[in-house]
């Protein structure tokens, strides 16, 4: 069956402008992270261009020469020519003679393979580049699921293509694109949806067909064997990642809510004069980490977390019971991700929040106008905490927010919480405030709210603006 193709319109319309104007060689690499689409991306981009100007090759793991018999194979079944190739030398010199004759695309997927299976081709694919290719019609695409290992082949200075490529970063869905992968559920479903699975494609396609978050989470995660149980360590294996036991215990610590480099040192035993690099190697090889500064305060006061939803909910619920699961107690672990899923979601209700805040920049929502500059958090050494801030320096106006994804209405204390902590900012301006909740608002705090002429906004709502957008 033929999977559906989701958004990427970005990276589809830059492709086919790059493509369009082709005159000259254009080398591009496409990169990110194993599951995030990039073969997806690439094949409809392919399946949009004339059968005969094109060409695509998979890298499997195995001995150069089974790899120059594949490459023949592929060749055969694609182009219908019979060419048997010896060496790369004479592949890439068949490329060449290709693209004298038309405007021709090379798509070499897992490219980052040839780094242990015959890495002399990447030198090979270099100098043909720069001594005849680049100046023929030719588009060649890099597509490599190690991160990585593209990082050497093209950032380093030592690599072969080191400052000769435009690079395309794929990355995980934003939650406006998965909610179109899922239009037919609740938006309570859909954030719960993406709250567990993120918008890694591959695995947002296995649970399409399942009813419920809850359902999907137990046939896809926890029972014995199940699909994506392994996946974060699977993740750490392809990228070919040393000493697991560390980086583990940095996105435990990271999912229970240490998130500041003493209390990652504490929860870890790592020493802080190496902690930093192992959070650098989650952000740059894995895109599992970042780091966030609160807005208008100290950056020394920045938190680490988890970018990615899938990840961040393994480690927090199946990475601490791995002994109960083993044990076949799967219905122990799943009743405590039922009772802790609402808190969970907490912090990515917010990020969805701040999303839609950026997508309807210079727009108004309610009658009230989105205009900011920085868009973030705020918190301070004394556990005050503001968890949206959206800010215009030039016009020095902010927006503070408070969300709640509760099964409660949200009554008046929460916005009289938000106007003390207010006080603590650092600002001097015209403040504005924004207040949002899952279920919704009290009486006498929608009274409190039309008093101060708050933006206020429930699931309800939410759900019209995102759809608004499609």
């Known amino acids: 069956m033929k999977t559906e193709f989701f958004d990427r319109t970005l990276e589809m319309d830059l492709l086919k402008k790059k493509y369009a104007e082709l005159a000259s060689g254009r080398l591009l690499v496409i990169y990110g992270r194993r599951r995030v689409g990039k073969t997806e991306l690439v094949k409809e981009f392919l399946n949009r261009l004339p059968p005969k100007d094109k060409f695509y090759f998979y890298v499997n793991l195995g001995s150069k020469q089974e790899v120059l018999n594949t490459l023949s194979l592929a060749l055969q079944e694609q182009l219908k020519e019979n060419i048997k190739f010896t060496s790369f030398d004479q592949f890439l010199e068949y490329i060449e003679q290709k693209s004298k004759l038309t405007k021709f695309l090379l798509v070499i997927d897992e490219f980052q393979r040839f780094l242990s299976i015959a890495p002399e081709f990447i030198t090979k694919l270099q100098h043909f580049w720069d001594s005849k290719l680049k100046n023929q019609p030719i588009m060649i695409l890099l597509v490599g699921s190690s991160i990585g290992m593209m990082q050497r082949i093209t950032e380093s200075r030592a690599g072969a293509l080191y400052g000769r490529v435009l690079k395309m970063k794929i990355s995980p869905f934003r939650y406006v694109d998965f909610r179109l992968m899922f239009k037919n559920l609740s938006e309570k479903e859909k954030i719960e949806r993406f709250s567990v699975f993120g918008g890694t494609p591959y695995y947002l396609e296995k649970t399409k067909n399942i009813s419920s978050t809850l359902e999907a989470i137990n046939e896809l995660v926890i029972k014995k064997g199940a699909e994506l149980s392994e996946e974060p360590k699977n993740l750490m294996e392809y990228e070919n990642v040393r000493a697991h036991a560390k980086y583990n215990s940095i996105l435990s610590s990271l999912s229970a809510g240490k998130e500041i480099l003493k209390e990652i040192q504490d929860f870890t035993k790592i020493p802080l004069t190496t902690l930093p ?28 977390c988890i970018k990615d939803n899938f990840f961040r909910f393994w ?47 210079n727009q108004k929502i309610k009658g009230v106008e989105i205009n900011f500059t920085d868009i973030g958090g705020w918190w301070d050494r004394n556990s005050h905490e503001i968890d949206v801030v959206a800010y215009n320096q030039k016009e020095r106006k902010i927006l503070l927010g408070e969300v709640k994804w509760t099964n409660q209405p949200m009554d008046i204390d929460i916005f009289e919480q938000l106007l003390e902590k207010a006080k603590f900012l650092n600002f001097s301006g015209e403040y504005q405030y924004l207040l949002v909740c899952k279920n919704g608002f ?21 759900a019209q603006l995102f759809d608004k957008l499609s």
């Open 442 to 462: 009290t009486p006498r705090c929608l009274a409190k709210i039309q008093e101060f002429k708050v933006l206020h906004l429930d699931l309800e709502e939410i």
């Open 315 to 361: 480690y927090k619920f199946i990475y601490p019971h791995q002994t109960a699961l083993n044990l076949g107690n799967e219905k122990y672990v799943l009743q405590i991700i039922e009772n802790e899923l609402n808190s969970y979601i907490g912090h990515i209700f917010e990020d969805i929040i701040k999303e839609l805040l950026i997508l309807y920049l």
């Open 277 to 304: 690099t192992y959070l650098q190697k989650l952000d740059e090889l894995l895109d599992l980490v970042g780091k966030r500064d609160p807005l208008l305060g100290k950056e020394r006061l920045g938190r680490y």
